[in-house]
């Protein structure tokens, strides 16, 4: 129909009319363009937004997770110190060299009663796997969306976090490897693992057999370097989650 208005007008020489024509025509196309792209940026934010709430939701899960592994590598330090105080006495703690490369605040430990006693050992034992959520990270990812995520900050920071997972798993990997070597030590004693014994029984072991409290020693210490790479681990888990919540609130 335009088409044919634009030869008629060409045939009589009707200049206006023609430029009338092309402005229309070419207006019709810019906005059809324009009416096309904002649908896709609409789609690509719904897209992204849904994305986000899932990594959202990871990140919360591994913060409760974290939890779980902070309290348990807190105990396996308080336990090993509970029982080397009374074997080396209160001084030889303060000379330990500690795989950590900060301290820990002594405030968190959890406060050692008689009752915790019969599972102290099995405590300073105990090295608790930390196994994240990637469901949400790993869509946006094998989806090829992570170039939709308008902020680099955001999207440099979600990249950054899920790419420390490696690191943790492999410092667990570590710590259970060199704990392993140790368990002939405790089997020799007729311990097990998460062995439920009398405060006496251990203190007995530790006294007469060195190996056994080198033993309780270097379980403090990787107890001390999980923390430490828990509470780091924590740090970045609610830097994300800020961010994540403050993009999603926009």
Not at 98 to 105: E, F, G, K, L, P
Request: charged share 25%; no cysteine; hydrophobic share 45%.
């Amino acid at each position: 129909m335009i088409l044919s208005r634009i030869i008629h007008h060409l045939k009589t020489q009707n200049w206006t009319a023609v430029a009338l024509e092309f402005v229309i025509v070419v207006a019709g196309v810019v906005i059809g363009f324009q009416v096309t792209a904002w649908g896709n940026a609409r789609a690509d934010r719904e897209i992204i937004t849904r994305h986000l709430h899932e990594v959202h939701e990871d990140v919360r899960a591994d913060i409760a997770a974290l939890d779980i592994t902070q309290t348990d590598s807190l105990w396996r330090v308080a336990a090993a110190d509970h029982i080397l105080a009374r074997v080396e006495g209160e001084a030889a703690l303060t000379n330990f060299s500690s795989v950590a490369a900060r301290s820990i605040d002594v405030a968190l430990l959890p406060e050692v009663t008689e009752a915790d006693y019969p599972k102290l050992l099995a405590r300073s034992n105990l090295i608790r796997g930390f196994t994240g959520q990637r469901t949400g990270y790993e869509s946006l990812v094998s989806a090829g969306n992570l170039r939709l995520i308008g902020s680099d900050a955001l999207r440099i920071a979600i990249q950054r976090y899920f790419a420390g997972y490696e690191d943790l798993e492999n410092n667990q990997r570590i710590y259970r490897d060199i704990r392993a070597a140790g368990l002939p030590i405790l089997y020799r004693h007729g311990f097990s693992i998460f062995s439920e014994v009398t405060l006496e029984d251990v203190l007995a072991a530790a006294n007469e057999d060195p190996a056994f409290t080198a033993y309780l020693r270097s379980g403090r210490e990787l107890g001390l370097a999980q923390t430490e790479d828990v509470l780091l681990r924590q740090a970045d888990a609610r830097i994300l989650l800020t961010l994540l919540t403050e993009a999603l609130n926009e």
